[in-house]
């Protein structure tokens, strides 16, 4: 078969199209033919290299997918030869693990992401767990579905599961025209929440007004957060998704949220950060919730499973489908 694959660090001509041999689905595993392959950051800093993660070479990139079943291996009989899925990124080799057995593989030592700590889907055909591939309901195409695992779990274990939003508040989420920031302004939103977002361009702001949201700003201009305190009536918001890096989390998400937070995170799509900062203000308790990619867990994938229940794409956001490719940051911006 033949697969994309990396031999160096580099731009885009280090990706090279190569035959590989094709696997085989052992017990409790399935083969895929592979039908789609989104672009993430993260499959950016593969190919580019991140400061201090060695990549083994050759490596075939692609951490987000869908695919047909096309072989079950000794087992399974969860799925069908034929059937639709959704390929989840995220990985661990043991099952033996208290916090797999939580639904929280992504704090478990031996957690990887796929395309990242191994090879990808960016091939003709993949084999994995049976856990590991979701159902993909009649209605949804496979493309643009591809582009939903990593950036709206990431951003559903932000909000749902961290800042247990609630109907009625006010959501700040920066980054509109990225992947998580897409995807966090789309559940706030489909939660009754008012959320507002920021982007560096007039294009990132249309997308975020787009998605749902009630103001974009620009984060460049230091006075956004005076903006997003005139929007609440003086308020500011009750949460922050901060996933952008140094230039907003530290000196201007304080100022746009209502109160008194800590700021604590690791962002790989701006660079390595690894600090922590007390921030004092008003009255009430803000929540600060700083983006990663590791923010999801395989076994609880609630925001995939209620987003592609019965083929509802109304849980994406009011009147919207499935993300398209450039909400997973597509081909024609991956430089």
């Known amino acids: 078969m033949q697969a994309v694959q990396i031999t160096q660090h580099g731009g885009p001509e280090v990706l090279q199209l190569a035959d590989v041999p094709r696997p085989e689905p052992g017990p409790g595993e399935v083969l895929v033919r592979v039908l789609a392959v989104s672009v993430n950051h993260l499959d950016l800093w593969v190919r580019r290299g991140m400061p201090g993660f060695p990549v083994e070479f050759p490596r075939i990139p692609g951490c987000d997918g869908t695919g047909e079943v096309a072989a079950l291996g000794a ?10 899925v959704l390929l989840e990124p995220g990985f661990t080799t043991s099952l033996d693990s208290d916090f797999v057995r939580l639904g929280q593989d992504n704090l478990a030592p ?3 992401i796929r395309g990242e700590h191994c090879d990808g889907f960016a091939a003709e055909y993949v084999t994995l767990p049976v856990r590991y591939c979701l159902p993909l309901p009649a209605g949804l195409d496979p493309i643009t579905t591809a582009a939903t695992p990593l950036t709206f779990l990431t951003a559903w274990g932000m909000l749902m599961e961290r800042a247990v939003i609630r109907k009625g508040e006010t959501v700040m989420v920066l980054g509109a025209g990225s992947g998580v920031g897409c995807a966090a302004i789309q559940i706030a939103k489909d939660e009754g929440c008012r959320v507002f977002t920021s982007a560096s361009s007039p294009e990132g702001r249309a997308l975020g007004l787009e998605l749902g949201a009630e103001a974009a700003v620009d984060h460049t201009d230091p006075n956004w957060p005076k903006e997003i305190k005139a929007l609440t ?6 949460v922050v998704v901060e996933h952008v890096g140094p230039a907003t989390w530290f000196h201007a998400c304080p100022r746009a949220a209502r109160s008194l937070g800590y700021l604590r995170g690791h962002h790989r799509s701006r660079g390595s950060v690894a600090t922590a900062a007390p921030i004092h203000q008003a009255a009430d308790r803000a929540r600060f919730h700083h983006g990663a990619p590791q923010c999801f867990a395989p076994d609880s994938c609630k925001a995939l499973r209620r987003g592609l229940s019965a083929g509802d794409r109304s849980h994406l956001a009011p009147g919207r489908s499935a993300p398209s490719p450039s909400v997973a940051g597509g081909s024609s911006r991956a430089r």
């Not at 087992?75 to 639709?84: H, M, R």
């Open 75 to 84: 087992g399974v009989n969860d799925l069908s030869v034929g059937q639709q």
């Open 110 to 112: 031996d957690y990887g």
């Open 233 to 238: 009536g003086g308020k500011g918001t009750d």
